[in-house]
């Protein structure tokens, strides 16, 4: 019997390990999303009364955002996420699920991209980890905000970018230009998508440069790819904005960017301020003597001077000490307008009145009425510039809410949430109906997980920090040893994670030290996890390369 066992015993040894040894990717990461999964199933959707934010959201996805009727409100933020929450809505899953799925899908999608670069399965593992259980997804994921659909989407496009950067395959561009799309309708700072390509199609280049030997061929490689991602981004980009005009009368992604709303806006910041005034673009002096030339704007006069305009005013005045509108204006602007003898009962009424303050202005600065410079940047303040030497300040600021602590928030709604508002979360996102529960009434898997939870919310900055100076270490390695042209596809993954990171990283960094100081983590959201994967992927690109290196050095 034991000769008989001994073989037996080995052959079936050796069949599970060949089977984890191929399988074991993919059993790992189930795993892992199981366990995120059970980690968040306490949380749930926090019903809020944010009638411009959170709240917009859901009642735009009630009317599948283009069936609304026409307010200042109806088509003031992008369709992306109302559609993405009307579309789970009829699916019958719950948001909160949903947008975790969704979040995961897009980290599946880069190990996915990962995997062709053999980057072996234990570091796509904790890649994988990192980007999964960040724990700033515990919380913000109970809100209805574009933001968690922006840190879902965004990981997708990365992911997609990476394959065809990899692979070069039409297929990999057509569904990457449709995700663009989404993404490009998710949120307003669309700006951050056509430097993200530029950054995308220089690090394609670089790559099969080497390749190919000549920058000429690079091009012709990726001409096609290339041009049928941007096909399809331009197609549907087209599709909605033309489903905006039917419907709203302005084509465009949302009424904020709107040509009408943007002329008269940049109108008013034509205007040069006397003086310059930190994080206030357009002040009370600006209005004054805009009053003065463009009686359009001089009808609003009352409703800014008025209740509806000082409520407008209360968070900037309450830091800067003056009565001042700060970044709040381009919406107090909207909502006097509103309340202003029926001027958007319409959209074109509405686009009619901003385009007679923007005439009227910019024919006051023509003719020197009024001491006027260029804005050429849109809603950008040209005076922002002046300020830039906030910047390192705010960068320190933004780089410290990556290692941000969480713990578990038990509330589910705010004090001042109707019934109605409730009834409307309830039937929009599938949240558990009634108050949460008491602390005491959590069963044993339900305290396990929030225990977990709170776990990895305190010790995950500390992860983050030690992955970060690894990160600086493995760099000046990979610098000090010349170690970049190793692995190829490595550098370029580690090239377009850098791009996607930095790039939103300094856009929040300038807007905190010019726009308004605020808490932006749930901007920052969308590549706090990428980052803990880049630091980790980093830190595995210079231990690889010494390896190699030091097994090419031959003993004399």
Known sequence: MTTADGPDSYARSSTLGGALKRHGLGIGLSFLVLFKLWLVHC????????????????????????????????????????????????????????????????????????????????????????????????QLNNYTITDCFYAGVLPLCVGGLLLILFTGKLKHAVWTGAVLAVLWNAREESILIPIMLAAFVAIALWQRRGHLGSLKRAAQFWLKPVAAMVAVLATLLVAVNTANYRTFGSFA?????????????????????????????????????????????????????????????????????????????????????????ALHANPASANEFYNQIAREIKNACDDGRLQCRNAPLGFLDPGAFSFLNYLPESMARTAALFARPHQKIYLREDPITTPAQRALYDEMTGRRPGPPPANESFNWSDRLSISAENVIGAWYPFLVV???????????????????????????????????????????????????????????????????????????????????????????
Request: aromatic letters at 16%.
């Open 43 to 138: 949380e749930d959707i926090y019903c809020s009364a944010t009638e411009y934010d959170a709240l917009w959201y859901v009642t735009s996805a009630r009317n599948w955002y283009w069936g609304a009727s026409y307010s200042w409100t109806a088509f003031v933020r992008p369709p992306g996420y109302p559609l993405f929450l009307a579309v789970v809505h009829v699916t019958g899953v719950p948001l909160r699920l949903a947008i975790e799925l969704l979040q995961l899908s897009g980290y599946l999608v880069i190990v996915h991209a990962f995997r062709k670069i053999a980057l072996p399965n234990r570091i796509c593992l904790f890649a994988f980890a990192v980007m999964a259980l960040h724990p700033a997804s515990f």
């Open 253 to 341: 992604k949302s009424e904020m960017t709107s040509k009408p709303y943007r002329d008269a806006y940049n109108a008013l910041l034509r205007i040069r301020p006397e003086p310059l005034q930190h994080y206030v673009a357009i002040s009370q002096e600006t209005l004054e003597r805009a009053y003065a030339v463009s009686p359009a704007l001089a009808r609003l006069r009352p409703q800014f001077e008025g209740e509806l305009g000082r409520a407008w005013q209360v968070p900037a005045t309450a830091v800067l000490g003056h009565p001042e509108f700060g970044p709040w204006f381009m919406w107090a602007f909207r909502s006097v307008t509103a309340n202003t003898d």
């Open 466 to 556: 030690a992955l970060a100076i690894g990160a600086l270490a493995a760099i000046g390695v990979i610098a000090i040893f010349r170690l970049v042209g190793i692995a190829t596809r490595m550098d370029a993954a580690l090239s377009l994670l850098a791009a996607v990171i930095l790039i939103r990283f300094l856009f929040f960094s300038f807007l905190d030290a010019t726009w308004w100081t605020d808490d932006y983590e749930r901007y920052l959201f969308p590549i706090m996890p990428l980052s803990s994967g880049f630091f980790a992927l980093t830190i595995w690109k210079a231990f690889a390369g010494l390896r190699k290196r030091n097994a090419a050095v031959v003993p004399a």
